[in-house]
């Protein structure tokens, strides 16, 4: 089994290369799907952030309103590091056993947008970084994704800077042009991957 960790901020085209990478067999586990499974009604990680943040973060049908809670949030580190601290274990449990369940000959790809952030790099056998300069990040969310400008100005800022996440790669996809010119590189990532793994052990 490879396991790859992918990250890369916000606004930077993680989530096609992501999708790239399971059209082409990998096994994707998704952090942001998972964080939303272990908090979902009737789970225990649904209970321990009401008993953080209190029943204003519910929705009247008792799902999380994320919006709720992302204000707050956002807004406080420390409430951010007290929602991650409920957050990240149950995730990293989770995540844990769909890789287990890929097989042993998988490529796992888990795609962890906050991967730089919580120090997660050893972890993998590699970790791959989609790279966009801020203001190509900026001008996606704002365009593409409708974003207030300041709210996506918060957003970006509340991730790791561009320097940090290049520091942990060990490669580089470069998505800060057109979309055409990134399956390509993703379609060499893929195959240098099954390279890796299908190569003897300490090659």
């Known amino acids: ?17 992501t999708r790239l990478l399971g059209s082409y067999g990998a096994t994707v586990v998704d952090a942001d799907r998972v964080a939303r ?15 953080e943040f209190g029943p204003q973060v519910l929705r009247a049908d008792g799902t999380l309103d994320r919006p709720a809670l992302g204000a707050v949030v956002f807004a406080d580190e420390e409430r951010r590091k007290a929602l991650n601290a409920i957050v990240h274990p149950l995730v990293a449990e989770r995540s844990a056993e769909l890789r287990q369940a890929a097989g042993p000959d ?14 997660l790099a050893p972890r993998y056998d590699l970790v791959v970084v989609v790279d966009a300069a801020p203001a190509t990040q900026l001008d996606r969310l704002v365009r593409q994704r409708g ?13 790791a800077t561009r320097e940090q996440r290049l ?18 590189q993703v379609r060499r990532l893929w195959e240098g991957l099954r390279e890796r793994a299908a190569a003897p052990a300490g090659e």
């Open 1 to 17: 089994m490879l396991n790859v960790g992918l990250t890369g901020g916000i606004g930077a085209g993680k989530s096609e290369v």
């Open 37 to 51: 499974e272990v908090v979902e009604p009737g789970t225990a990680g649904l209970a321990a952030v009401v008993r």
């Open 106 to 119: 998988a490529i796992v790809v888990h795609d962890v947008p906050l991967l730089t952030e919580n120090g």
């Open 147 to 159: 974003m207030a400008e300041q709210e996506a100005r918060s957003r970006m800022a509340a991730q």
């Open 167 to 184: 520091a942990i790669a060990d490669v580089v996809i470069d998505n800060d042009g057109p979309l055409e010119a990134l399956a390509p």
